[in-house]
């Protein structure tokens, strides 16, 4: 009876352990990793700056198993397995950040890049172009993390086919590259933007940024089909036309900008450089403008996953900085009159003349150009219906100006406290200066004084 009762026990657990062994070869395959390279150009060696478990950031579940690679801005990134992009864009602490997933539910997390050049949805090959080396999010400087994880940040552990699991301080070689099939069409490839994605212009002026790449294909295409594109075919912003097409496209397309290097043909591996010829108008405000996201295109056939988006950095040529103000302090009446003053340095480029027809002037606004109920229009210094007060001077580039305005209450003005907003504008040109620039003005009930009756 004893010896039937171990025999049961023993029977017992032989079946648990074989269920544990079981649950493990399960576990296990379902988070097989795919054969997984380093994630940039094939033969290029970079140093590990934080391996798995790193003190500086690689301690919670969310980095445990992550690696930091010491790689220069702009390098290009390179999907480490063929996958699905399940996330491209802006991440959090992240930054800029490309999720590339598998059968199995892991993904390949690629962080802190300075552009992405996949979308969500998108397929993606062996050593597929996925963006930039950057330093957006949480980091320091410029550097690549990459990670294994379940496709929402939490870290699993990972290998490298050709480095295994590399330590911090090891200089790593990467073997990863294309699979060998010919696309079905040429494409391009190792884009660079010699001149950056974002240059500077002053308003007036002109600027050209410089596109190349490598053509890609198993035959020559002639130089006329590969041009340079805006994509989504709509014409580029600022794109300098005045010597007609832009420039030399044989598409003949506003959108289009032809190989300047290119006669005849590109062979395979030959390099193609396109120009692109911007000019900004004189009356452009400062701001950062997006002229357009570009990419290579096989005219008629395939267009180059790659995006370049490219903006313009305007300065104006005219700016405003407010230095000083004053303001009424003491309640006002209907009918009670004072002074209020802005002091103002051009900090632009082109001179404020007091006088003509590019005049600037101190303008009401909100809604523009409107009546006031404040400024004293029997005063000489206020000007016209849209009312303005005229300048005293001409102000040359790094000059400062003080503005007088005089103030009478109309006296419809019922009791109670006014915002009354102006802002420079150089007429027929552009508005300058702070879009915030106002006077509060108090009004009081008139005192009234009773006669007794005689």
């Not at 003005?441 to 007794?452: A, E, M």
Request: a positive charge.
């Amino acid at each position: 009876m004893i010896g039937a009762f171990f025999r049961f026990i023993l029977w017992i657990v032989i079946w648990m352990v074989g269920l544990a062994v079981l649950f493990t070869l399960l576990v296990s395959d379902a988070h097989a990793q795919p054969t997984t390279y380093l994630p940039w150009d094939y033969g290029r060696t970079y140093r590990v700056t934080q391996g798995n478990g790193g003190g500086w950031s690689h301690y919670d579940r969310y980095n445990r198993y992550g690696w930091d690679f010491a790689i220069p801005a702009g390098t290009p990134v390179r999907s480490s397995a063929p996958g699905t992009v399940r996330r491209a864009g802006w991440d959090g602490g992240w930054g800029i950040a490309v999720v590339v997933c598998y059968a199995d539910g892991t993904c390949s997390r690629y962080a802190h890049l300075s552009a992405e050049y996949v979308s969500a949805g998108q397929r993606v090959g062996q050593a597929a172009p996925l963006g930039r080396v950057g330093s957006t999010g949480n980091s320091t400087g410029a550097h690549l993390h990459y990670q294994l994880d379940n496709g929402w940040g939490i870290s699993l552990p990972s290998r490298f086919t050709e480095a295994g699991v590399p330590y911090a301080g090891q200089a790593v070689t990467s073997r990863n590259r294309p699979a060998p099939p010919v696309p079905q069409y040429p494409t391009f490839s190792s884009i660079d933007v010699h001149s950056s994605n974002v240059l500077s212009v002053r308003a007036g002026g002109e600027v050209t940024a410089v596109v190349t790449a490598r053509y890609e294909g198993p035959w020559r295409i002639p130089c006329g089909d590969s041009n340079l594109a805006v994509r989504g075919d709509s014409p580029a912003r600022f794109a300098d036309y005045r010597a007609g097409w832009w420039p030399g496209s044989t598409w003949r397309r506003p959108s289009r900008v032809a190989a300047v290097n290119c006669t005849g043909y590109l062979d395979p591996g030959d390099k193609a450089r396109w120009d692109l010829q911007f000019y900004v108008p004189p009356d452009t405000v400062d701001g950062t403008y997006l002229t357009g996201i570009y990419a290579p295109v096989y005219e008629g056939k395939a267009w180059s996953p790659y995006k370049i988006p490219i903006s313009l950095q305007v300065s104006g040529a005219y700016r405003a900085e407010r230095t000083g103000q004053t303001y009424v302090r003491e309640p006002l009446v209907a009918g009670g009159t004072a002074e209020v003053s802005v002091t103002f340095q051009n900090t632009g480029w082109a001179t404020w003349y007091a006088h003509g027809r590019y005049a600037v002037h101190l303008r009401t606004i909100r809604p523009v150009d409107r009546h006031s109920a404040f400024l004293d229009l029997e005063d000489p210094r206020t000007l016209g219906d849209g009312i303005a007060v005229a300048l005293p001077k001409d102000v040359p580039p790094g000059d400062t100006v003080t503005v007088t305005l005089p103030i009478k209450v109309a006296g419809t003005v019922k009791p109670g406290t006014y915002r009354e907003y102006f802002r420079l504008l150089a007429e027929h040109k552009a508005w300058l200066g702070t879009e915030g620039l106002y006077w509060p003005f108090t009004v009081k009930s008139p005192t009234v004084t009773y006669q007794p009756a005689e």
